[in-house]
């Protein structure tokens, strides 16, 4: 088999790619769950923490080079051959553009950006628990919107490799 520089941005998007899903689908079946079982100061807290944390080279480099490289590798299939695997590498890209990263910008960091203003120490259990209701579903549900787009996006792009061997 032979390796182009195209072949090896598809690769990597696709790489990249997955390692993103995979993260959204984990912290599904795991986070979550494991958060419900916790009292609202701890899930508060928890969630502060973790957006904090969460922001480092590795998550940007699979969240938002997976964006990049699938746009990339769309742009490359659409010069070489507009066939199933553009269609394909084109579904990925909008999938992920807007249902990963754009519900993320637009949804969880706002809500992200929201808790993390709030001095946690400072309220009473009732205004935690107040507090928790207006973040923890939305957020939530937005997370299993992302999640599904980027396994979406996985899938498509995956699917595109296959059949352009």
Known sequence: MEFTLNKSIL???????GLSAGLFYAWMVSVIPGTK???DLV?????????????NPGFYLIFFGS??????STIQQYQISVNLSFW????????????????????NVPLNEM???I??????????????????????????FRTVFSVLAFSASLLAIIINK
């Open 67 to 72: 964006l990049l490289l699938l746009a990339s």
């Open 11 to 17: 690769y990597v998007a696709v790489l990249l790619t």
């Open 115 to 117: 808790l993390d203003k």
């Open 88 to 107: 394909l590498l084109l579904s990925a890209a909008l999938s992920y553009l807007i249902g990963t990263v754009g519900v993320t910008m637009l949804g």
């Open 43 to 55: 899930y508060l807290e928890v969630m502060q923490s973790i957006n904090r944390a969460i922001l």
């Open 119 to 144: 001095d946690l120490t400072t309220l009473e259990p009732n205004q935690l628990y107040d507090i928790r209701i207006r973040f923890e579903p939305r957020w939530n549900q937005l997370h299993m």
């Open 37 to 39: 079982r916790v009292g």
